[in-house]
């Protein structure tokens, strides 16, 4: 009687079974045999990267251009209207408010902050074409931003019909010029001064000018402040002084912290406005399209080296094994993809960022994010795949 030895038992195989997992970078292998493919794969992948990195980077330049005004104010806690859903909405509160706020215990100083998005018609000192500007107008001997280039131009704006403007505006409304003279609503200013805030994607361009040249330019006097900016003395704990406002001001009054003023605009943005889900919609599609895209090219993959696959089961490699280097090698795929988009997004940035004028900026959070999700996608969409393999019978496939 013969002794037929079975493949899975022979001890050479099975010697060679549980060495060769460790000693051959099979998921590398796969991956850099065809570089045409690799390429390929890569540019796929990569397109769909690129689609969730500029939405990623948009989104951020929103969040960040809405609120770099409340970012540059001088102050420790801020109060407003408590009817005001976002800070580009305008609800003025009584100036009396900011009367009672100054007799709290704790309070070093409260400064009015006066404004409006959709009441300025500024005309282009070049070419004369009108367009709506948003507006700030404070107190020059209390200021109240954190901007260099305003408290340095402040003590200017004492003189009647005088404005400080965005360099940094878009440059249809001309403010990035050396005119030294504009008109707003119909009156000359002097443009005594610049500073670089920049636009967001509901104002083009600001101006900044004394309380009494804005209540001059809205031909009267303001209704009342949008913003109350107020400091606290030094060693006097900001929650208590929080707490104190809160029972001295009426309940039409809300009080925040800067920090938990940005933080609600940043959900309000988020979550109520359009703007935010549109984002974070374009996100979600990027990351479809790359499943696709991913699920595609491992198949593919999949499916030409089958016959490769199916031998591995024959000898005696177990479905763990083979699950783990396709996906290691969708892993790399993802890499290459990411790499190549990470690139050129980078490129992408600085040309809308200084086209567009947004602050579009490579952030760790972006790098971060992305990866997951090129990661993720590659993943799961192996995972999808990689059935065919598990399912192989080498006596079909041979």
Partial sequence: MSIVHSPLRHPLIGLFAKAQPRSVPLAWRNFTANKQRMLSSAAGIGFAVLLM????????????????????????????????????TQ????????DATRKVTGVASARPLYAAWFEFLWKNPSDG??????????????????????DANRQKLKEANTVLVDRHARCFLGMDTAATEAEINGVKVKIVGSFALGPDFVSDGTVMMSD??????????????????IKVHTGEDRMV?????????????????????????????????????????????????????????????????LPQYATMKAIGYRNGYLLRVVLEQAALNALAGWISALLVSILLYRIIGQ?????????????????????????????IAVGRVIKADPAEVF
Avoid at 129 to 150: I, N, S, T
Avoid at 212 to 224: I, V
């Fill in 91 to 98: 609800d003025p509160f009584a100036i009396a408010d900011l």
């Fill in 355 to 383: 086209t567009a004028l947004l602050p579009m900026h490579m952030t760790a959070k972006i790098i971060f994010v992305s990866l997951g999700l090129t990661l993720g996608m590659c993943l799961i969409s192996a995972a």
């Fill in 241 to 305: 002084v929080q707490q104190a406002l809160r029972k001295a001001l009426p309940a039409t009054i809300a009080v925040f912290t800067k920090p938990e003023l940005i933080e609600f605009e940043r959900k309000f943005e988020a979550e109520v406005s359009s703007v935010g889900p549109i984002f974070a919609m374009g996100t979600i599609v990027g990351f479809v399209v790359g499943m696709l895209i991913s699920y595609q090219v491992t198949y593919t993959d999949l499916a030409d080296q």
């Fill in 129 to 150: 074409k009108a367009y709506l500007v948003r507006g700030f107008g404070f107190d020059p001997d209390e200021p109240v931003f954190l901007f260099p280039d305003v």
């Fill in 212 to 229: 009494r040249t804005f209540a001059s330019l809205l031909h009267g006097a303001a209704s009342g402040a949008e913003m109350g900016v």
């Fill in 53 to 88: 990195l500029m939405q990623l980077g948009f989104e951020q330049a929103f969040y960040d251009s809405s609120l770099e005004v409340l970012r540059g104010l001088d102050g420790d806690i801020l109060i407003e209207s408590v009817h005001k859903s976002q800070f580009a």
